[in-house]
């Protein structure tokens, strides 16, 4: 079964360098999810797209932007990194559309090292 | 605040053994617990999840007992085996603000499960 993708799987990037983290959900999945995860953390909610508009907004810093394309993939755009951006960036993705099921699936992850 | 509590931190059985992760929750409106499976460099995979119309739920060696009134639920997992060694998290969400609205989910800490052969 097709699962979430992620692009990059691994980034490394200097202090006050942008990055672009890409997902693509499963199939006909409408809704995509960002999350953070510091080392030895939980994953911390970032911000979510229903329907390529945005949904739900954790805790994601200003200097971050995403949005979800008209295919449904989602990027995710981190400006002026600090060191402590480092994570492992997981998107996940869901179907909400007819009321189907609330099962977000995570995809493998993005870890991001910032130098 | 950590809206989610998770404990223990770490965890080892013998094989066969049943270890036992609970989670205690403060946000009363929550009403979706699902429990997740790390593996290391991996994404959380979903083991099994609980609303709180029910008081237990059991897929496979996987069994979620829930307690509403306690605002307690805990992960059992049955005849444990050396490749249930992972790190497991319990989350839990609040019910959609409105019709396609998304979840956002809460996870507590983790649990660092190792099962001995």
């Known amino acids: 079964a097709a699962g979430v993708i992620q692009s990059p799987r691994h980034l490394i990037k200097e202090k006050r360098e942008t990055a672009t983290l890409k997902c693509y959900p499963i199939?006909?999945?409408?809704?995509v999810y960002w999350y953070q995860q510091g080392p030895g953390q939980d994953p911390q909610f970032l911000i979510s797209f229903y329907e390529k508009m945005q949904s739900d907004k954790g805790s994601i810093p200003d200097r971050f932007s995403a949005q979800q394309f008209s295919d449904y993939h989602s990027e995710l755009n981190m400006s002026s990194l600090e060191l402590g951006d480092s994570a492992l960036y997981f998107c996940?993705?869901?179907?909400?559309?007819?009321?189907?099921?609330?099962?977000?699936?995570f995809g493998p992850g993005t870890r991001l090292t910032v130098l | 605040q950590q809206q989610v509590k998770q404990s223990p931190q770490s965890l080892i059985v013998q094989k066969g053994g049943i270890p036992i992760i609970n989670c205690a929750y403060e946000?009363?409106?929550?009403?979706?617990f699902p429990w997740y499976q790390q593996f290391p460099g991996k994404g959380p995979a979903l083991l099994i999840a609980i609303r709180p119309d029910v008081s237990e739920k059991k897929e496979g060696r996987f069994t979620i007992s829930f307690n509403k009134s306690a605002k307690q639920f805990s992960l059992h997992i049955m005849d444990s085996q050396p490749g249930d060694s992972a790190t497991y998290f319990c989350a839990a969400s609040p019910p959609r603000l409105f019709s396609g609205s998304a979840r956002q989910l809460t996870f507590g800490s983790g649990t660092q499960l190792t099962v001995l052969p």
């Open positions: 946000n009363t409106a929550f009403d979706y």
């Open positions: 199939p006909r999945h409408d809704t």
């Open positions: 996940a993705s869901s179907r909400l559309g007819g009321g189907t099921t609330d099962t977000q699936y």
